[in-house]
């Protein structure tokens, strides 16, 4: 057996020398399995005197056994570890695509050149030469095969040639719902799964909420300031007792969402030269609605003022920022989608000059606003308007990540993209055109896709193949596209409105989860990521925006590596059962780590010695997150927290601001590196156009961190 190895690598080496003389390969990986056009020649194995070097059975997540599928050893030689940069990934020529799926790319490179096995009807596989190296265990299937997904449990964790030798393994697929297969509820779900029920307490079933009045599966037990805001909404049927803030001072130039400067009434803190609406913070006591009232300041003739803009849901507040998803009234227009126009900002401070730092910021009023407040109208009308039909609509910009079900559909009289979700009757909110209440936010089925024929054909034992996406079973660059169709930036198809960042199709179809990364951003993709320069920091690395947390991670260690693939499940418990923030599966303050030490079984002390010169010791000692989750990412564009500041507040300007405090980012980056004082995106920087990282940070508003060595 081991003298046919040799023969066989001997065999092997002089192709490989062939190939590289004639410039065939592409990097030294490829040198140790570079591959000829024709399959490789092994020897009879069928005798029986010869046995297996690794075996085992290949079953689904019902435990039924599935045949033909090929089981690979998949070389960590093989593993592509280029460092991905954001142009890398968003800029033609694409050049990540080649390597931005560990496994998948792998096997795509490399299919002839790894040793495999096809299953037979019971399921079971044999391989009988595992030649020397290391290997992830990873099953490809054929392409009839519609009811399960590849990669496999154990395609997590490497193994060398002597542990598998002599192994037998059992391998379990995560099944795939048929395409006939639809939403059920997660009402439906709970029946059985009660052991689950947490995930009601999560940021993902929470995002969404009609104010005042949560759906029955939403539990805001664990965030209680989730309503801090609607405190300010006063209870009358006089809106002018409400609460009152003035916006003005419009700035066409201004990116994004933010072009008006916002403040309570006459707060002098913020000076505005020219008010154009008062807005009124008001909830109706006779029926207990909620609404943003506008008027015009500047044009008191204007027929659409005072405009009554009725609150119809809340997003955010279980982890940053509010904002108002209010519907048009009829005044304004016939419609049936919702528009945001404010925003809420719980770690605002309204004596900070940058209006993104404040407590109330704007969130694209400029859409209420005709003519003059933005040159494309072309007029001076300055009135009160409702925003163009598909611009800044929830429904066309957001639903896809926020509905479970979504369904698009187009209204025939106004054009108006609208969306559907699957019908619950434990639904928090009804979105669409039928009388019943909708699963609005993330439920079951968004991450397990729909489970009618899990429902339906659960009593037939394990006789039916089809069951619902378990993301544990799948490899993880499938698990963690389940998360990073919504936990990035990318536009779907559609432009800047129909598409935005939603994983749809150019039919406007929700991609459904386990299906890989590149089918993702060739198919359910109009872009393949977050842009360079706007949303990633100059680094060309992290990101500054929020949900891009997939975009970050894909340029970390743990998401290719040739040790141990690390998936978002290994660090977040996605059923809220933990806890902890964050869903997270250990506590991330505590400062032995424990959500870290898992796996890498680090002497804190000793390893900041090392690094910095010195270490935190005792009860409040530095966390792992601390170093390498650093804040780089900041809810609303500049909105975060003070970090390290050169001189003491107050400062008499946004300049003077700028130029001597750092920000405290309020979103970790997933790339867990450790960004140096030197980064470009910080050397050199003015402080608060400067990437948040530890130095910028905590660590710098306590230490004199320009005396510490850097690597």
């Known amino acids: 057996m081991y003298r046919f190895r040799s023969a066989f690598f001997a065999l092997m080496a002089a192709v490989l020398l062939i190939l590289g003389a ?5 990097s030294a990986e490829d040198q140790q399995i570079a591959t000829t056009k024709g399959q490789p020649q092994f020897p009879d194995f069928t005798k029986p005197e010869i046995s297996p070097d690794f075996s085992g059975i290949v079953v689904s997540s019902r435990d039924l056994p599935v045949a033909g599928a090929t089981v690979f050893l998949i070389s960590t030689a093989a593993i592509d570890m280029t460092p991905i940069k954001a142009t890398d990934v968003y800029a033609k020529p694409y050049v990540a695509d080649a390597y931005d799926e560990p496994l998948e790319d792998a096997l795509r490179r490399h299919r002839a050149m790894f040793s495999q096995a096809k ?59 048929s395409d006939g297969a639809h939403y059920v509820g997660s009402t439906e779900c709970l029946d059985c799964h009660k052991e689950h029920a947490s995930w009601k307490q999560t940021g993902h079933k929470l995002a969404w909420s009609a104010p005042g009045n949560p759906g029955p599966w939403q539990d805001f037990s664990k965030f209680p300031n989730y309503f801090e805001a609607m405190e300010n909404w006063i209870e009358t049927e006089d809106y002018k007792a409400g609460t009152r803030l003035e916006i003005g001072d419009y700035r066409s130039k201004a990116r994004g969402a933010v072009k008006f400067d916002v403040r309570k009434y006459q707060d002098d803190r913020l000076p505005i030269d020219k008010v154009f609406a008062d807005v009124y913070l008001w909830k109706r006591a006779s029926d207990g609605a909620h609404f ?8 008191p003739s204007d027929p659409h003022s005072p405009s009554h803009l009725k609150i119809e849901m809340v997003y955010g507040g279980a982890v940053h920022r509010q904002r108002y998803m209010v519907s048009v009234p009829k005044d304004l227009a016939e419609r049936q989608g919702f528009y945001t126009l404010l925003q809420f900002n719980p770690d605002g401070r309204d004596q900070r000059h ?8 704007d969130y694209k009023f400029s859409y209420w606003w005709g003519a003059g407040a933005d040159e494309k109208y072309g007029t001076d009308d300055d009135v009160i308007k409702a925003p163009d039909v598909n611009e800044n609509t929830i429904q066309a910009m957001c639903a896809a990540c926020h509905v479970t079900g979504y369904e698009r559909y187009f209204d025939e009289t106004t054009g108006q993209a609208l969306v559907r979700g699957v019908d619950d009757p434990n639904g928090s909110f009804n979105i669409d055109d039928d009388p019943a209440m909708d699963e609005v936010n993330v439920g079951c089925e968004s991450c397990h896709g729909p489970g009618s024929e899990h429902i339906e054909n659960v009593g037939l034992g394990d006789s039916f193949p089809y069951a619902t996406v378990n993301p544990a079973l799948l490899a993880v660059e499938r698990e963690t596209a389940v998360c990073g169709r919504c936990h990035d930036r990318r536009k779907g198809p559609g432009g800047p409105t129909l598409g935005y960042t939603q994983p749809i199709d150019a039919d406007g179809k929700m991609m459904m989860p386990g299906l890989s990364r590149n089918e993702m951003i060739t198919k359910y993709s109009a872009t393949r990521g977050p842009v360079p320069g706007r949303q990633i920091w100059p680094d060309d690395v992290h990101s500054r925006n929020p949900h891009q947390q997939y975009a970050d991670y894909m340029k970390s260690g743990m998401y290719r590596n040739d040790r141990m693939m690390v998936g978002c499940s290994d660090c977040h418990d996605m059923h809220g059962g933990t806890g902890f923030r964050r869903s997270l599966v250990a506590d991330p303050d505590d400062a032995k780590s424990p959500l870290c030490q898992q796996c890498h079984a680090v002497d804190i002390n000793a390893h900041m010695v090392e690094y910095l010169g010195n270490a935190m010791k005792g009860s409040a000692g530095t966390r792992c997150v601390d170093c390498h989750m650093p804040g780089t990412m900041v809810h ?40 140096r004082r030197s980064n470009v995106g910080v050397r050199g920087v003015a402080p608060g156009k400067a990437m948040p990282i530890p130095f910028t940070n905590s660590c710098g508003s306590c230490h004199d961190v320009s005396e510490l060595p850097h690597k």
């Open 292 to 299: 943003i009232t506008m008027e015009n300041r500047l044009n």
């Open 22 to 26: 004639s410039g065939a390969l592409h």
């Open 354 to 361: 940058n209006i993104r730092r404040r407590v109330w910021r």
């Open 119 to 177: 299953t037979r009807e019971d399921g079971r596989f044999q391989i009988f030469d595992v030649p020397d190296g290391k290997y992830f265990v990873y099953v490809d299937l054929d392409k009839g095969d519609g009811a399960h997904f590849p990669g496999g449990d154990r395609s997590r964790i490497a193994h060398t040639a002597d542990e598998l030798r002599g192994m037998s393994m059992k391998i379990r697929l995560s099944s795939r719902p």
């Open 636 to 675: 609303g564009g500049d909105a975060g927290a003070y970090g390290r500041l050169i001189e003491t507040p107050p400062f008499d300007s946004a300049a003077k601001e700028e130029l001597v405090a750092y920000l405290e980012g309020n979103i970790n980056s997933h790339v867990f590196d450790v960004p």
